[in-house]
């Protein structure tokens, strides 16, 4: 079993920046591709951003290429989400999740999921 808690998420005007968080405890970390999704009211569930698990690899989805970044600090069981000049349509509900093996933007191909945390963009 893998924990996952995400942290970070909140309000803010567009163009605006935020940094989630999303801490793991429980298998060892290092071992898993992460990854970011969110979803919209009414939306499915989308791909976001995801990094390998020595971190030397990253992916990203056209819509956040450019302005979000995401990382890991293995040491710390901790992977971000920097998210730069955020738009309206990027307010959704957060979430991370991990696999084993290579990246994959299928939602459904994830084992572990988190609670999610709330981003709000305001025009």
């Known amino acids: 079993q893998v924990q996952l808690v995400e942290s970070g998420g909140g309000l803010v005007q567009a163009g605006g920046a935020l940094r989630l968080s999303c801490a793991a405890s429980?298998?060892?970390?290092?071992?898993?591709?992460m990854g970011w999704f969110r979803q919209a009211p009414g939306k499915e569930r989308e791909f976001v951003a995801a990094?390998?698990?020595?971190?030397?690899?990253?992916y990203y989805a056209d819509s956040v290429k450019g302005r979000f970044t995401i990382s890991r600090d293995n040491a710390k069981n901790t992977v971000w989400l920097q998210m730069n000049s955020l738009k309206p349509e990027d307010t959704a509900i957060y979430y991370c999740?991990?696999?084993?093996?290579?990246?994959?933007?299928?939602?459904?191909?994830?084992?572990?999921w988190g609670q999610g945390t709330q981003v709000t963009v305001s025009s």
């Open positions: 429980g298998r060892p970390f290092n071992i898993y591709t």
């Open positions: 990094i390998n698990w020595g971190g030397g690899n990253t």
């Open positions: 999740a991990t696999r084993k093996g290579p990246y994959r933007t299928l939602a459904r191909t994830y084992d572990y």
